[in-house]
């Protein structure tokens, strides 16, 4: 059975940082990509960034470019989000996601076939 479990969250105050770290297990599938979005409270689930497996590229959301980091460790089947600078306004339920089909746009959360269970970042002002 295919797990993402995420760790890292917590609260912090604005200007701080935190890093976000995702690791799978049981995974039984070619990873595309893996990216994290996040959902405030009474908000939609949003894209936050995303990283294609194999090339490493990277993809991020206008509001957290400069910010915020994704990277890759496929020694340790872990995706991570370096989270600088933090604002209020990130304040959010973050979770990892993967998928094992390539497609062209990586902030669709549809594309992404398996999710954790998330993790809670607060940014106090």
């Known amino acids: 059975q295919v797990q993402l479990v995420e760790s890292g969250g917590g609260l912090v105050q604005a200007g701080e940082s935190l890093i976000l770290s995702c690791v799978v297990s049981?995974?039984?599938?070619?990873?595309?990509?893996m990216g994290w979005f996040r959902q405030a409270p009474g908000k939609e689930r949003e894209f936050v960034a995303a990283?294609?497996?194999?090339?490493?590229?990277?993809y991020y959301a206008d509001s957290v470019k400069g910010r915020f980091t994704i990277s890759r460790d496929k020694s340790k089947d872990a995706v991570f989000l370096q989270m600088n600078s933090l604002k209020p306004e990130d304040t959010a339920v973050y979770y990892c996601?993967?998928?094992?089909?390539?497609?062209?746009?990586?902030?669709?959360?549809?594309?992404?076939?398996?999710w954790g269970q998330g993790t809670q970042v607060t940014v106090s002002s």
């Open positions: 990283i294609n497996w194999s090339a490493g590229s990277t």
């Open positions: 049981g995974r039984t599938f070619d990873t595309d990509a």
């Open positions: 996601a993967a998928r094992s089909v390539y497609r062209i746009y990586y902030k669709n959360a549809i594309t992404y076939d398996y």
